[in-house]
């Protein structure tokens, strides 16, 4: 059964990148999130600290990943990825994405699905065309790119420009099946652009 929803954290992970997914997640009760940490030795996760000064602890390991249970897996931004390191948690990623779980990355986390061998051949974004090609020199999927959108999904792949946390959410909340389409949408111009839905402007005119 695919009920969790697991959330890479390392020191340095950029924490509001997806934070209204996350929120969304949860919201339903239906999944449950887990945050994992770097290291590929059971129980051994240390706290890590969020750009943002945030002290998380994991709550469990790379090597603790349940592939039967995933339902998805987040990979945040940082300069973790910039730095070209993190290749266990790679390995991670690319072994989820090959067990049947899609996959999600958003700003430099995108780097690491690209590492990850899974931007080749869907169709995908980031945070600038060529910035990918110039950190991953294996990367083989620049005609895939699409720089018109800040989020997309493809192929069982989520990625994301570090301008796109709303649409991050938005394709997170799609390939999870949280909420009706119509309810999406709204969410969607809610977030986005502070339009409220149609009752809850019927609602404010009769007050």
Known sequence: MRDTVYFLVFDGFADWQAALALCEIRRPGDWQVQTVGLSVEPSTTAPVTSMGGLKVQPDLSLAELDFRRAALLIVPGGHLWQRGEG????????????SGAPVAGIDSGVLALARAGLLDH??????????????VPDYAGAEQYDSEVLAVSD??????????????????????????HSDREHWY????????????????MAA
């Open 87 to 98: 290749a266990p948690a790679v390995a991670a990623i690319r072994q989820m994405h090959a």
């Open 122 to 135: 869907c169709r995908h974004t980031g945070n600038w065309s060529g910035q990918i090609a110039a950190q």
């Open 155 to 180: 192929g069982g792949v989520i990625s994301a420009s570090h301008l796109g946390s709303v649409e991050f959410a938005r394709e997170v909340i799609r390939t999870l099946d949280l909420y009706s």
């Open 189 to 204: 111009r809610l977030f986005k652009h502070a339009q409220l839905p149609p009752w809850c402007v019927g609602e404010a």
